[in-house]
C-alpha cells in the first residue's frame, strides 16, 4: 500500500535554530501534501497545504514565515521551523494524496525546543 | 466551519470487553467521516470511513462505526477489544466538496487491561 515516511521521527534543537521535518511519499507521487500540528491534550489542526511547484496555502493563524513550506517535487515536502522557540515544541505530521487512492499519513515528527 | 468532539479523553477497559469511542461532528456543509488509529510511535492509519451509502461501515479488524445524520455522531465500537487494540483513536471529517483537508477530534486514548 501507499507510504509515506517522515524524518526525523523526533528531534531536539536549541531554541532560535532552525530545524527541517521531511515528508516522503514513498510509492507514489503527491501533488498535494499537507502539514498538522498537535499540541498536547489537543486535536490535530491543519497548518498549511502544500502544493508541488506552488506556494503552500497556509492556515489562517500560522505564520509562513515561521513555518516554511517547500514541495519541490512530486514525492518531498519539507516543513522548516525558523527560528524556533519552546512553544514551537509540537508533534507534526504530514498527508499526502495518491491519486485516487485516499490520503496516506507519515508516522509524525516530535519536535522539542530547548 | 467544521468541527469533531470527542468526549471521551481516555478509555480503559478489560481484554474482551465491549468497548465504544464517542464522535460527534458540526458542519455547515457535507462531509465524509473517518476513524484513524495510532498506535505507539507509528503514523495515522485509516480504520474505517463512511463516504455514502450503508450507515453502518466495518474494519478488518473487527471495528465498526455508524454515521447517524440526526446526531450528528459516528461512534466506534467494538464488540470484544485485544490487548493489541490499546492505541490512540482519531474521529475525522473532511468536506465532500472542496479541501481535501482534515479536521480532527482531539483523541481518544484506548487502554485495554489484560
Known amino acids: 500500500g501507499a507510504v509515506v515516511s517522515q524524518h526525523p521521527s523526533r528531534v531536539i534543537c536549541k531554541s532560535g535554530t532552525s530545524v527541517k521535518i521531511e515528508c516522503r511519499s514513498l510509492?507514489?507521487?503527491?501533488?498535494?501534501m499537507f502539514w498538522y500540528r498537535q499540541f498536547p491534550k489537543q486535536s490535530l489542526m491543519l497548518m498549511a497545504t502544500?502544493?508541488?511547484?506552488?506556494?503552500?496555502?497556509?492556515e489562517q493563524g500560522v505564520e509562513k514565515d515561521k513555518f516554511l513550506i517547500n514541495h519541490a517535487s512530486l514525492t518531498l515536502s519539507t516543513l522548516t521551523v525558523t527560528s524556533a522557540h519552546p512553544e514551537d515544541s509540537s508533534f507534526y505530521i504530514c498527508?499526502?494524496?495518491?491519486?485516487?487512492?485516499?490520503?496516506?499519513f507519515g508516522e509524525g515528527s516530535w519536535l522539542t525546543v530547548v | 466551519a467544521q468541527s469533531v468532539t470527542q468526549l471521551d479523553s481516555q478509555v480503559p477497559v478489560f481484554e474482551e470487553a465491549p468497548v465504544e469511542l464517542r464522535c460527534n461532528y458540526s458542519?455547515?456543509?457535507?462531509?465524509?467521516l473517518f476513524w484513524y488509529v495510532q498506535y505507539p510511535n507509528q503514523g495515522l492509519q485509516l480504520l474505517l470511513k463512511?463516504?455514502?451509502?450503508?450507515?453502518l461501515v466495518e474494519s478488518i479488524n473487527g471495528f465498526e462505526a455508524e454515521f447517524n445524520k440526526s446526531q450528528t455522531s459516528f461512534h466506534l465500537r467494538k464488540p470484544s477489544v485485544h490487548i493489541s487494540d490499546t492505541a490512540e483513536y482519531f474521529c475525522?471529517?473532511?468536506?465532500?466538496?472542496?479541501?481535501?483537508?482534515?479536521?480532527f477530534g482531539t483523541g481518544t486514548s484506548l487502554t485495554v487491561i489484560p
Open positions: 510509492d507514489f507521487q503527491a501533488t498535494t
Open positions: 463512511y463516504l455514502s451509502g450503508s450507515t
Open positions: 458542519s455547515s456543509v457535507s462531509v465524509y
Open positions: 502544500s502544493n508541488e511547484g506552488s506556494k503552500a496555502t497556509y
Open positions: 498527508s499526502a494524496m495518491s491519486g485516487g487512492t485516499g490520503v496516506y
Open positions: 475525522a471529517v473532511m468536506r465532500v466538496f472542496g479541501g481535501n483537508q482534515f479536521y
